[in-house]
């Protein structure tokens, strides 16, 4: 079975850091998808990235980066010069063909004017 | 423009008087999932439509049922809400049912009296 942790419950920041969310994966499958989503207070979950197990190119678009590290099960996360408008809650995801989308627990960020 | 529409965005019920849900969307899609969401908790998924193809999670209770009469709609049914039924209630989309991201609606958020 599938398994997403993100150790980190929530984070503060003031406006302008950086800051970078974690999250550890288990799966026994070989084939992967790996995703961020962002829940602001609105309620509604919007997508950010993806990533397939094949693919451990570290890529930056925008202010979001994120770091993909498949020996250790990784795959976070990072906003560059945050934002106010960035605070909301934050979901690591794993999806398996066939599998239903496994959320983590999620990390709340609040970003301080 | 909302891609998947849920309303109404807040909902009021009684202990036991059942209630219905309702989502729509407007990308055509062939997959729609209804997820339960429980205070600073990951979102869970209750179950999916396949096309007309209904695909129920274990851990779902007996109360909870599903409607898709057309591509467009999907309806969530409690036939007997409870206290612990009280939630945001996330109806998402996806394209196909492999690794594509999903479409969230903004949620509807149930209380229970």
């Known amino acids: 079975a599938q398994k997403v942790t993100q150790a980190q419950t929530e984070i503060s920041v003031v406006e302008k850091e950086d800051v970078t969310l974690d999250c550890v994966y288990e799966?026994?499958?070989?084939?992967?998808?790996l995703f961020w989503y962002k829940q602001p207070p609105s309620g509604e979950l919007v997508f950010l990235i993806r990533?397939?197990?094949?693919?451990?190119q570290n890529e930056i678009s925008g202010r979001y980066s994120w770091n993909f590290q498949k020996s250790t099960s990784s795959f976070n996360f990072t906003i560059t010069a945050s934002q106010v408008v960035d605070s909301a809650v934050y979901f690591c995801?794993?999806?398996?063909?066939?599998?239903?989308?496994?959320f983590g627990g999620g990390t709340r960020v609040l970003v301080k004017p | 423009d909302a891609m998947v529409i849920q309303n109404p965005r807040y909902q009021v019920t009684q202990f036991g008087k059942p209630v219905t849900l309702s989502c729509s969307q407007t990308?055509?899609?062939?997959?729609m999932y209804w997820y339960q969401q429980k205070s600073s908790q990951a979102p869970k998924l209750l179950f999916h439509?396949?096309?007309?193809?209904?695909?129920n999670e274990a851990d779902t209770p007996d109360n909870f049922q599903s409607r898709r009469p057309n591509t467009s709609f999907c309806f969530l049914d409690i036939r007997s809400p409870g206290l612990g039924d009280a939630a945001m209630y996330l109806c998402?989309?996806?394209?196909?049912?492999?690794?594509?991201?999903?479409?969230f609606g903004s949620g509807t958020q149930l209380s229970v009296l």
């Open positions: 998402a989309t996806s394209r196909t049912a492999t690794n594509e991201k999903l479409f």
């Open positions: 799966t026994r499958d070989t084939t992967y998808y």
């Open positions: 990533r397939n197990s094949f693919d451990e």
């Open positions: 995801a794993h999806k398996a063909a066939g599998n239903k989308l496994t």
């Open positions: 990308l055509n899609h062939n997959v």
């Open positions: 439509y396949y096309d007309k193809d209904f695909n």
